[in-house]
């Protein structure tokens, strides 16, 4: 019973009102809880705001992000560039802000693509269960023997150098660590009583997997979904360091930091902004993945 | 069927098996994922008709897919992982020559990992909701999150730029000059350590807290036992396991993150063959540091189980 309360509770007021005989479905209260979560509230807070950057760069930035001035080379922070300016006189600030879009946008993407493998094999594979199920298991096992970023590098330095090819390398890695935790979520859910009495009333396989077992079981797979967007944006940043993925001049952070390295002797601050960048967000991402984890797990009381 | 020890480690190999199988076919497909003619790709824009048979013959393009990679993982085993598209180099000589830095790197940020990382998560267990344990946690938080070669850069500034406490860039033979190859690789190793101190910290401690909270503990308190006798010798010595596992699981990350931090530092290990190949699509190269590299994960992850076999008889029974 526990299982279905959990389900309404999340589901907020999506819930049909056809279930006439079950108790009214308690309200998800979603600022209620991000007020009662400070941490998660300034972590959504920072990455809305995170966001907006990256939609609203062009608006926002105070100069192209690829504009030069030649005279000011490797300047230090002033009224005029606040972040200073880049070894080809570029404002730091405006590519930060240019660098948020490519940021997220790799991060969504390697995890969208991690989900969009993982998920579905992860429920498949722990569904039907038998010999499917072993050599699944045995697949997903051979991937999650590579050290991540090795394989990113290699599968990336195979479809081509750039930032999305980069991005699906990486979606690559994460696929086996969700299809694990869907397959192991899957068996759990598939032997409970609801799943048993829908199929006496003979509902199909698929109305099995899509309105029963999927929403129960993908719990932490929204946690793990978080963490990985920070361990995505790392990625990112650590292949576009290695120029494997944002190619200049397209501004990333990874990549700024590989220009500012160059020149640390001449312009050390020039390796502060964008380091903190990425160190914010992934801690963002973090904390926001904690928080729903303690959301979701009834067994972790809260306040 | 044995028991104990051996006959764990005997069932361990045989479910190796099925994985190395998969782990060499996922490395024998990258050449698979290249886009269009992967003969092409790999002789590049300027390669004459012949060199692209020639590479096509030397691939075995021209046979079956399982064919092919029955041939290859025959030469891998034989150790022929082939030469490198620019420098003819065998691959596996390529990649001998570079393993060692490397993995005094990971080895180096391991032992850094867990003599900083075991002790913060006992002592913020064992002070559970004090400050002291709020600080660690946010430690643990932050060295989670902080890219490891931003830090890198950071500590080249500070400490080889600034202070000139350490070299910047570079690496020794280990085998030639073992104390300066320490000394060169302590900065990397600090940069690379962070994450598994952060790790460990963490995992230590909700391990350690769990252990403190069950039944037998309590029992053991009510039996008037030091708080000290009972973290040392109930305590901690059944988290131990836990703290093995995850060690182990981390050499994983650390051969992630060298990739990266051989570069900040331009350290001569595979990290940066693999990197570099990549770029210049010298694909054997490529394929051979994926192939040992996952080798040497696949084997630690056994020295994990037998030693948790070898100090946990509940371990080995098991099995």
């Keep these: 019973m526990t299982d279905t309360n959990m389900t309404t509770m999340t589901r907020t007021a999506a819930a049909p009102a056809a279930r006439a005989t079950l108790p009214p479905p308690v309200r998800f209260r979603f600022w209620a809880w991000l007020w009662g979560d400070k941490r998660a509230l300034i972590s959504l807070a920072y990455l809305s705001i995170l966001i907006l950057a990256a939609v609203f760069a062009p608006v926002i930035a105070p100069y192209a992000p690829n504009k030069q001035n030649l005279m000011d080379l490797l300047a230090p922070p002033s009224g005029a560039h606040w972040l200073g300016t880049d070894d080809l006189g570029r404002d730091t600030l405006s590519r930060l802000i240019y660098g948020s879009y490519n940021a997220l946008y790799a991060a969504s993407l390697a995890v969208g693509i991690g989900v969009a493998i993982g998920v579905p094999l992860g429920v498949f594979i722990g569904f039907v269960g038998g010999w499917i199920d072993q050599v699944g298991s045995r697949i997903i096992d051979g991937v999650l023997a590579f050290p991540p970023l090795v394989l990113a590098v290699a599968v990336t330095g195979a479809l081509g150098i750039g930032l999305t090819n980069a991005m699906i390398a990486v979606g690559f890695a994460f696929a086996p660590v969700l299809a694990r935790t869907m397959r192991a979520q899957t068996l759990v859910v598939k032997n409970a009583l609801y799943v048993e009495a829908a199929t006496g009333f003979g509902a199909s396989r698929l109305h099995l997997i899509l309105r029963h077992i999927l929403p129960n079981a993908i719990q932490p797979v929204i946690v793990e979904v978080t963490l990985m967007l920070a361990v995505a944006l790392l990625a990112e940043a650590g292949l576009s360091f290695l120029s494997l993925g944002v190619q200049p001049p397209e501004s990333s952070w990874g990549g700024m930091l590989a220009r500012a390295y160059h020149y640390v002797e001449v312009a050390p601050e020039q390796m502060y902004a964008p380091g903190f960048a990425i160190l914010f967000t992934a801690l963002a991402f973090n904390t926001l993945g904690e928080s729903i984890r303690v959301l979701l797990d009834p067994t972790i009381k809260r306040k | 069927m044995m028991y104990g020890v051996p006959g764990m480690v005997a069932q361990r190999l045989m479910q190796l098996v099925p994985v190395m199988i998969v782990a060499t076919f996922v490395v024998f497909s990258l050449v698979y994922m290249m886009p269009g003619d992967p003969a092409m790709m790999i002789a590049g824009d300027y390669a004459t008709a012949e060199r ?39 691959v596996l000589r390529l990649i001998l020559a570079r393993l060692p830095h490397t993995v005094l790197l990971v080895l180096y940020a391991l032992v850094l990992g867990a003599v900083f990382g075991i002790p913060l998560g006992i002592l913020a267990a064992t002070r559970q909701g004090t400050t002291l344990d709020k600080v660690i946690t946010s430690i643990a938080s932050l060295g989670v999150a902080v890219p490891s070669f931003w830090l890198g850069i950071i500590l080249v500034t500070l400490f080889s730029l ?7 860039t570079g690496a020794v033979s280990v085998f030639e000059k073992p104390l300066e190859s320490i000394y060169y690789a302590t900065l990397p190793a ?21 252990v403190l909270g069950s039944q037998y503990i309590r029992t053991l308190r009510a039996k008037g036992l030091s708080s000290g006798a009972i973290l040392w010798k109930h305590g901690l010595r059944n988290v ?18 060298a990739v990266i931090i051989e570069a900040v530092f331009a350290i001569p290990g595979v990290g940066n063959l693999i990197s570099y190949s990549a770029l210049n699509k010298d694909f054997p190269v490529v394929q051979g540091v994926a192939l040992v590299l996952v080798l040497v994960v696949i084997l630690t992850n056994l020295l994990v189980d037998v030693l ?12």
């Excluded at chain 2, 600090?190 to 769990?210: D, F, G, N």
């Excluded at chain 2, 131990?240 to 993150?257: D, E, H, K, W």
């Design chain 2, 52 to 90: 692209i048979a020639e590479i096509r013959h030397i691939y075995g393009f021209d046979r079956p897919m399982l064919m092919q990679y029955f041939f290859w993982l025959g030469n891998a085993v034989q150790g022929d992982l082939g030469h490198s598209l620019f420098s003819n180099e065998s």
């Design chain 2, 162 to 168: 600034g202070y000139r406490w350490f070299p910047a």
């Design chain 2, 190 to 210: 600090i940069a690379l350590s962070t994450s598994v101190v952060a790790v460990l910290a963490r995992q230590v401690r909700s391990a350690l807290l769990e």
């Design chain 2, 240 to 257: 131990a396991a836990t703290m093995l596992t995850i060690a182990g699981l981390q050499v994983n990350r650390l051969f992630s993150s």
């Design chain 2, 308 to 319: 948790n076999a070898t100090f946990d008889p509940r371990v080995a029974a098991s099995a």
